[in-house]
């Protein structure tokens, strides 16, 4: 089982850039496939990136290909969501998942975190 910890969001204005960080306990952090979900208020949770275990692979969600990158770093235990030209429509919650079956297309996970609120202002 791993525990998922997020941080990095905030406060920020339009066209800013953040990055979101994901710190996984545990010793098996390369045996899970990680993903970045969002939900804004009133919406359902959306997918927003996925990277494969090793990092060799990653997909985006179409409204922030371009402009994200998921990246990970199996040493440290983290993954990271940069987060450039951020639009108003980017304000949601932003959760960091886990997986340690399947490949990084598949949008089920196991393991969640608690979430951190991204905010961009017009």
């Known amino acids: 089982q791993v525990q998922l910890v997020e941080s990095g969001g905030g406060l920020v204005q339009a066209g800013d850039s953040l990055r979101l960080s994901c710190a996984a306990s545990?010793?098996?952090?390369?045996?899970?496939?990680m993903g970045w979900f969002r939900q804004a208020p009133g919406k359902e949770r959306e997918f927003v990136a996925a990277?494969?275990?090793?990092?060799?692979?990653?997909n985006y969600a179409d409204s922030v290909k371009g402009r994200f990158t998921i990246s990970r770093d199996n040493a440290k235990n983290t993954v990271y969501l940069q987060m450039n030209s951020l639009k108003p429509e980017d304000t949601a919650v932003y959760y960091c998942?886990?997986?340690?079956?399947?490949?990084?297309?598949?949008?089920?996970?196991?393991?969640w975190g608690q979430g951190t609120q991204v905010t961009v202002s017009s």
């Open positions: 990277i494969s275990y090793s990092g060799g692979s990653t």
């Open positions: 998942a886990g997986a340690n079956s399947g490949n990084s297309l598949s949008r089920r996970y196991d393991y």
């Open positions: 545990g010793r098996t952090f390369s045996s899970y496939r």
